[in-house]
C-alpha cells in the first residue's frame, strides 16, 4: 500500500538554526499538511497546501515556517530560526481529494532543538 | 475558533468491557474522523464520518457521528488488550457551508485495557 514518507526520522538542532523537514506524499494526493504533536500532547494543524499554494495555516504557522513543493514528489516544512519550544514530533499529512477521503499519515519525524 | 473536545482523557477498563468515549465540537461540520495513535507512532486512519447519522463499524470499535448535537461517539465492545492505544477524534472544517481546509484535532483518550 502507498505510504507517505518523511526523513528525517529524528533530527537534532542547535536553537537558532534553520531546519528542513521533508515528506514525499503519496503520488497521486492532491492535498498536503503537516501537523505537530508536542510530547504527549494533541495533534496540532500547521498548515494546508494545494495546488502549489497555502490553503490555511494556524496562529503557530508564524514567520519562521514556511512550506514548498519544490519538485513534483517532495513537501517540506522549513523552520528558519529554530526555538526550544519547536521540540515535537511533526506529521506530514495528504489526501487524494476533498470528498470522502482521510488523511494519510506520515511516521513523523522528531525535532529535537537543544 | 473551532474547539474539539473529548471525554474522557483517560480511561482504563477490563477485557470484555464496554465503553463509549465522547467527541464534542462547538462549530458545524458534518465531516469528522477518528485515528488510533499507538506510542511513539503515526496516526492510523478509523473511521470516515461524512454526514449527520452516518454509523460505521470495524470489529469491536463503532462509530457514529451527530451534527445537529455536534457530537460523535467511538464505541468499544467487549475490550481486548490490542486495542490499547490513543484514540484522537478530528473535525474537518471542509464541508457543504465552508471551504476551509483544516482539520482540528481533539486532545485524545488514553485507553489501557487491563486483562
Redesign the interface.
Known sequence: EPEVTQTPSHQVTQMGQEVILRCVPISNHL?F?W?RQILG?????LV?F?NNEI??K?EIFDDQFSVERPDGSNFTLKIRSTKLEDSAMY?C?STEG?S?????????TRLSIL | ELKVEQNPLFLSMQEGKNYTIYCNYSTTSDRLYWYRQDPGKSLESLFVLLSNGAVKQEGRLMASLDTKARLSTLHITAAVHDLSATYFCAVDMWGRETSYDKVIFGPGTSLSVIP
Not at chain 1, 500532547?41 to 494543524?45: G, L, P, S
Not at chain 1, 470522502?100 to 513523523?108: E, T, W
Open positions: 492535498y499538511y501537523y500532547q494533541k495533534v496540532e494543524f494546508s494545494y490553503s490555511e494556524s506529521f499529512a476533498r470522502n477521503q482521510p488523511q494519510h499519515f506520515g511516521d513523523g
